[in-house]
């Protein structure tokens, strides 16, 4: 009592359209991740090259928003 040929080959298909389907988008974030993943290496190597740290990067950010007049850049300049 076995299973039609033609039924047979039709879950055969679905099978493999399934598994297609479903792999897919596993394929494409797994590859979307590695892309991140090297970004934030040659990121992290650059900052070892350069000696700067994301706080270092970050303080800087803050701090030249924090001036926005040339009275507290001539007030920075002259405390140091």
């Known amino acids: 009592m076995g299973l039609d040929a033609g ?3 039709f879950l055969r ?3 493999w359209f399934a ?3 479903l792999t897919s988008p596993l394929i ?3 590859t979307l991740a590695m892309k991140k993943l ?3 290496r040659m990121t992290a190597e650059l900052e070892k090259i350069l000696g700067k740290t994301e706080y270092d990067i970050q303080r800087n950010r803050n701090f030249s ?3 926005s ?3 507290k850049l001539k007030g ?3 405390s140091l």
């Open 7 to 9: 039924f047979a080959r």
């Open 28 to 30: 494409f974030v797994y």
């Open 19 to 21: 598994l297609v389907l």
């Open 65 to 67: 928003r924090s001036i």
């Open 38 to 40: 090297k970004n934030w």
């Open 69 to 71: 007049s040339p009275n």
């Open 76 to 78: 920075y300049l002259a």
């Open 13 to 15: 298909r679905v099978f």
